[in-house]
């Protein structure tokens, strides 16, 4: 009986079968054979008793063989949950990484270079135009200040909810275009900006999405563009939001141009516009010059309303 449930509870179950089958039929053919011609209670006794007593070790040693697995598959299915929360946890860490990242490449990218070319020519011209030059270097100062202010914004994200002095300066959208556009003018490029449709309100995050697009194209237009002048065209359909920036250059592409799309900030755009539910198109033109295109959904979106009379 010991052997019995020691094979039950260690071994596989066509093994315990086996096995318990061929003692039984040496127990019962032993006493077949010690008493050819038993009577009722000595069969009972003799036979089907020292059966029973066979078969229960058995029993009991497989019942104990599934509970060991069954509280093994359970502990493994536990470890498996915890992994897997530990492995979506850092996703989510990374993800949010990623996206902070994004957010001061197109911060400090679009203001380093808008500075730069404001600081450049107000040093050509602080001899020849000494009044202009002097509202470049105002337009300098509005331009490291936004900056600054947008970069706090952003390294807020940081902070833990209990610190002191959490950013509460909502996310830019297309309303500050006008300002962006301004900007730029003030720094040398002349930006016309257009619009087609009837404006609808977007979502937070496409609103965001959209003025990120526009300020990085706008800002690669200033460092890389051969050219002083560019548009920013907006179309406004039932359900989406088109956006083309287009700079007139008038160097057509060469064969050592640089693959369009290849630099990080136009793969930043296509990501920006993708977490939306977006794409985005890049690349030269045929008659000279750069162009950027995205079409935004427009989900539906009704900003909160003032209920003061």
Do not use: C
């Amino acid at each position: 009986m010991v052997a019995l449930y020691s094979l039950a509870a260690h071994t596989e179950r066509a093994t315990t079968r086996n096995l318990t089958l061929a003692a039984v039929i040496l127990v019962a053919g032993a006493a077949l054979i010690a008493d050819p011609d038993p009577a009722g209670d000595a069969l009972a006794l003799n036979v089907i008793g020292p059966v029973a007593w066979l078969l229960l070790p058995a029993a009991l040693g497989s019942t104990a063989r599934f509970r060991r697995a069954y509280l093994e598959s359970v502990h493994a299915r536990a470890e498996h949950a915890e992994r897997t929360r530990e492995e979506e946890a850092r996703y989510r860490v990374a993800e949010e990484r990623m996206r902070i990242a994004r957010e001061l490449h197109d911060v400090s990218a679009h203001h380093l270079a808008l500075a730069n070319a404001q600081a450049t020519t107000a040093a050509l011209l602080i001899r020849s135009h000494p009044a202009q030059a002097e509202r470049m270097v105002n337009a300098l100062g509005d331009t490291t200040a936004a900056a600054l202010r947008e970069l706090k914004a952003a390294v807020g994200l940081l902070r833990r909810s209990g610190d002191p002095e959490d950013s509460t300066q909502p996310a830019p959208g297309l309303d500050r275009l006008p300002d962006l556009v301004a900007a730029h003018t003030a720094a040398g490029l002349t930006v016309t900006l257009t619009a087609h449709g009837r404006p609808r309100p977007l979502s937070p995050g496409a609103d965001l999405t959209a003025y990120r697009i526009v300020q990085e194209a706008l800002a690669n237009v200033a460092k890389h563009a051969r050219t002083g002048a560019a548009e920013v065209d907006l179309v406004y359909t039932h359900d989406r939001l088109a956006i083309t920036v287009t700079d007139h250059g008038t160097v057509p592409p060469t064969a050592t141009d640089s693959t369009p799309g290849s630099g990080y900030g136009l793969i930043g755009m296509r990501e920006r516009a993708l977490s939306v539910g977006g794409h985005l198109r890049a690349g030269h033109r045929p008659t000279g010059g750069f162009e950027v295109s995205t079409e935004l959904p427009l989900h539906p979106y009704a900003p909160a309303e003032d209920s003061t009379p």
